[in-house]
Structure formats: C-alpha cells, structure tokens
Antibody, heavy 118, light 110 residues
Framework: EVQLVESGGGLVQPGGSLRLSCAASGFPFSRYWMSWVRQAPGRGLEWVANIKQEADETYYLDSVKGRFTISRDNAKHSLYLQMNSLRVEDTAVYYC???????????WGQGTLVTVSS | QSALTQPPSASGSPGQSVTISCTGTSSDVGGSNFVSWYQQHPGKAPRLLIYEVSQRPSGVPDRFSGSRSANTASLTVSGLQAEDEADYYCSSNAGSNSLVFGGGTKLTVL
C-alpha cells in the first residue's frame, strides 16, 4: 500500500522559512517523479513543484520560483520542500504526491498545514 | 499559468448522469495529453479519477469517464450515487513545464 506522510507544517511569520518533508513507502520511490500541490483554506488545488527521479530536473509555479526549493533523498525515500521568504498568500495545506508521467498526481498524502501570519 | 475554467457547481439525482466541463486553451487542455480529473471529499486528500484525458486508474469505477473536444475536457459521472457528492478538479500541463488546475466544481447529489 502506498503511503505518503507529510510533516513540518506550522505557523511562521511573513518572511520566515519552513522545510516540509514527505516520507514515502509502499512503492519504489526512486522510480517516480514527485510533486507538491497546495490548497489554500476554502480554495482550489494549486500545483507548486515537480522533481524528476534523479533530481536532475525540477519545475516550479512562477510565484514560488526563487523562494521554494524541491528536493529528494532516494535513499531515505523522502521528498522535501524548502520554503523561504514566505508570504501570507503561501498559507495552505501542502500535499506531496506520487506522480506519473510528470503531470499526473496518482497517490496523495494527507497534507500538512502551513500558516503564514504575523 | 491561468486556472482552467470549471462551473462552480453541478447537481443530479441518484441514478442520473452529470457532466462537468473544464475549459482551457490550445496551450493546455487542447494541446496536452496530460489532462486529469480528481475527486476530493471535505477534509480529505484528492483522489485521481481520470488521467491522460480518458484513462481510468485501477480501482476507479467505470461510472467515471473522461473525454475532450477542442479546448474543453469533460468528466461524466453516470449512475450517480450519494458518495459521489464531492469537489471535482481538472488539471492539465500548460507547456513551459507547468501544471494548472481548474477552480473546482462542487457536485451535489439531490
């Protein structure tokens, strides 16, 4: 059974930093693209970033480029999202997702809430 | 990276069929094979229903089907059941190595 467990969310002030983690199990992690997708309270889904199997390709939503960094550790079956210069509008539940063919989010974690507020 | 356009709401009675549209442009929905649909119940993570326009992953009932005409993709839910009441989102890759979602459609089973 595929399991994705996010952690690292919390309350942070504008301009602050946070690092999200996603622990994966139940599938060959190193063989899949992975994604982060977020959902602001009461709003729709918004793709944030993708990373290739060997981490040699990454893609980002325009509004997070230069502030967020997606990374992975295949030996630890883990996905990360380093978030710097956080803004109020980054407040959301952040989901990690096993990704097929670069753009299809097949399996999702339960999400971790990030709140950016003073 | 503009969001795809979905109707905010849709409804149908048990046993009926409902179709939800997802309109984009030739740069995303109309020009991509990577159109997906997701179901999300309140407080839960999204669930993949349809990928690559019309493919169903294992475990998804064949009551759910996807199609596309020009720049509009559609999700049809046949034989509506109470548990189909949820939010539905489409997505498409949008060139320039990005992914865009629709705004979501709340499906109500009357």
């Amino acid at each position: 059974e595929v399991q994705l467990v996010e952690s690292g969310g919390g309350l942070v002030q504008p301009g602050g930093s946070l690092r999200l983690s996603c622990a994966a199990s139940g599938f060959p992690f190193s063989r899949y693209w992975m994604s982060w997708v977020r959902q602001a309270p009461g709003r729709g889904l918004e793709w944030v970033a993708n990373i290739k199997q060997e981490a040699d390709e990454t893609y980002y939503l325009d509004s997070v480029k230069g502030r967020f960094t997606i990374s992975r550790d295949n030996a630890k079956h883990s996905l990360y999202l380093q978030m710097n210069s956080l803004r109020v509008e980054d407040t959301a539940v952040y989901y990690c997702a096993q990704t097929w063919g670069l753009w299809t989010q097949r399996e999702w974690g339960q999400g971790t809430l990030v709140t950016v507020s003073s | 990276q503009s969001a795809l356009t979905q109707p905010p709401s849709a409804s149908g009675s048990p046993g009926q069929s409902v179709t939800i549209s997802c309109t984009g442009t030739s740069s995303d929905v109309g020009g991509s094979n990577f159109v997906s649909w997701y179901q999300q119940h309140p407080g839960k993570a999204p669930r993949l229903l349809i990928y690559e326009v019309s493919q169903r992953p294992s475990g998804v009932p064949d009551r759910f089907s996807g199609s596309r005409s020009a720049n509009t993709a559609s999700l049809t839910v046949s034989g509506l059941q109470a548990e189909d009441e949820a939010d539905y989102y489409c997505s498409s890759n949008a060139g320039s190595n990005s992914l865009v979602f629709g705004g979501g459609t709340k499906l109500t089973v009357l």
